[in-house]
């Protein structure tokens, strides 16, 4: 079976071709990072990471880039609540967001770029649509001309012509009055007083957000990818305009496939502040949630589906967890390296891959799971209550080859065995996760994220020491 996946730039499922094959180029749009990141992240970029495990397991070389947005309306205000600076407020919350990804085991991206990093490629970017027509300037600020691209609205369905008819008779503020069209949209904002400012040929400013991901695209990726990915609320307009500038400026398709996840409720409700129902990622975990059990609610529903939190559903989701974690620990202490599996088990691992090429079909997956740890879990029961037998049980080969192929399954959804989920500290598994994250950033030789990691796990009791050879050991202080 091949994979196939829901495209929401045709709005068919399609087959799943790679531009080149056994290769697959990845764009994700990352957080503005102005605060925590919040359950909708964690939706999200649980959803993705699944993806490109799926890819891995599947034997493709696959590339992920996430951007982080460091220049925006929103950093700007909150440094001027703190009167802090633009940098402090993204700096803080780049190091929360790593830590927090690593303790649900959410795989650093390949490459991270950031808006301020790619400063160069944006102005290159707009001079070249500006050069053809499709970009004016205006008062400092540089604007995209959403006439001159044919294909406006093919991701989301919007007809310019419509909206322009449903905007009529409306008041034009000082900045709408400037635009050829009501919708043509900023690519580059002149300075205003007291905020951070940049370089550019059309005077002091900074850039607009969509034109930050058009350039971050082609500079780690080039002119066309295979998959871009994002949230639901991100088809109109940032997707949108996405495509418009880059497809104006490169004359070639943004992505192949575009995939969007449902957005996520809190007891019924849209998630917001204003209804205090706003949770964010770290103060859930730090309530007592395990990290494997937020991530296993999440996969329970389809990705692109929206997804209620409640606490009836996360207790649900604790209990299934409870079970399937005391297999996946038994699994670690007798699962063998066999390459040949029983047929039964081939059976199981086949079912596995055709739910997952089913629009990763997660909630059909982790039932496989389910059935491969439920007389693991019935042994590791029996070992809890010191019947010697069940451990010899444990080791037969047949017992052996199941608990092997439910933590390479368990691995593609991104679930590990979690030695310690108690309330008010990290399990084992959390600590390593995060040790890797900071090893990727050090790669990266993204060091502030690298530090920031470090002073997280140390805020939480745990002291890391680097030694010679690239190793890293922890202690509970």
Known sequence: MTLKLTNTLTRRVEEFQPIEPGKVSIYCCGVTVYDLCHLGHARSYIAWDVLRRYLIWSGYAVTFVQNYTDIDDKILNRAAEEGSSMEAVSERNIDAFVADMARLNILPAD?????????????????????????????????????????????????????????????????????????????????????????????????????????????????????????????????????????AATGKELAHYWLHNGMVNVGGQKMSKSLGNFTTIRALLDSGVSPMTLRLFTLQAHYRKPLDFTAEALEAAATGW?????????????????????????????????????????????????????????????????????????????????????????????????????????????????????????????????????EALKAQGIELIDKPGGITEWLRS
Request: charged share 25%.
């Open 111 to 247: 490459r991270m770029p950031r808006a301020t990093r790619s400063l160069d490629a944006i102005r290159a970017l707009i001079s070249e649509l500006e050069a053809k027509g499709a970009a004016y300037s205006a008062d400092g600020d540089v604007y995209f001309a959403v006439m001159k691209h044919a294909g406006y609205g093919k991701l989301s369905g919007r007809d310019l012509e419509q909206q322009q008819d449903n905007a009529a008779g409306r008041v034009a503020s000082e900045e709408e009055a400037r635009k050829l069209h009501p919708f043509d949209f900023a690519l580059w904002k002149g300075t205003k007083p007291g905020e951070a400012s940049f370089p550019s040929p059309w005077g002091a400013g900074r850039p607009g957000w969509h034109i930050e991901c058009s350039a971050m695209v082609r500079e780690e990726l080039g002119d066309t990818i295979d998959i871009h990915l994002g949230g639901a609320d991100l088809v109109f307009p940032h997707h949108e305009n996405e495509i418009a500038q880059s497809e």
């Open 322 to 454: 409870k079970g399937l974690n005391a297999a996946l620990g038994l699994a670690g202490e007798t699962a063998t390296a066999s390459t040949e599996l029983p047929p039964a088990l081939a059976a199981s691992r086949e079912r596995f891959a055709a739910t997952m090429d089913d629009d990763l079909n997660t909630s059909a997956a982790l039932a496989v799971l389910f059935e491969l740890a439920k007389p693991l879990r019935a042994l590791a029961n029996r070992i809890e209550r010191g019947d010697d037998a069940a451990r010899a049980e444990a080791t037969t080969a047949e017992l052996a080859s199941q608990a092997s192929l439910l933590q390479e399954l368990a691995g593609v959804l991104g679930l590990q065995h979690e030695q310690d989920a108690t309330a008010g500290g990290l399990s084992d598994a959390e600590i390593e996760a995060q040790i890797e994250a900071r090893k990727a950033a050090k790669a990266a030789k993204d060091f502030p994220a690298a530090d920031g990691i470090r």
